[in-house]
């Protein structure tokens, strides 16, 4: 069993930053590439960023400059720093990730539960 674990949202002022963690755990052969989406109250889920395995990324036109998307392979955890952060990047934050569980020659999209972040004075 795959499961993605997400962490460090919460409340921030406009201008403030925030680090989001996710980590992968269970039984992970591979895992490819990785991605934050949000989701706003009433707005379709959104891609922010992602990387590849080999470390491409790819972000968002709204959070390019102020967001940098980062992964640790030793210990299977995709980070989101967030800077200059606006009220518009309120949202629910979900990581997913491509995994190839162990003993299956298949790779699937993994999810996590998400996380709050609020930015308001």
């Known amino acids: 069993q795959v499961r993605l674990a997400e962490s460090g949202g919460g409340l921030v002022q406009p201008g403030g930053s925030l680090r989001l963690s996710c980590a992968a755990s269970?039984?992970?052969?591979?895992?490819?590439?990785m991605g934050w989406y949000r989701q706003a109250p009433a707005k379709q889920r959104e891609l922010v960023a992602s990387?590849?395995?080999?470390?491409?990324?790819n972000y968002a036109d709204s959070v390019k400059g102020r967001f940098t998307i980062s992964r640790d392979n030793a210990k299977d955890t995709v980070y989101l720093q967030m800077n200059s952060l606006k009220p518009e990047d309120t949202a629910v934050y979900y990581c997913?990730?491509?995994?190839?569980?162990?003993?299956?020659?298949?790779?699937?999209?993994?999810w996590g539960q998400g996380t709050q972040v609020t930015v308001s004075s």
């Open positions: 997913n990730a491509d995994i190839r569980p162990i003993g299956i020659f298949a790779n699937y999209i993994y």
């Open positions: 269970g039984s992970i052969a591979s895992i490819y590439a």
């Open positions: 990387i590849t395995g080999d470390d491409d990324t």
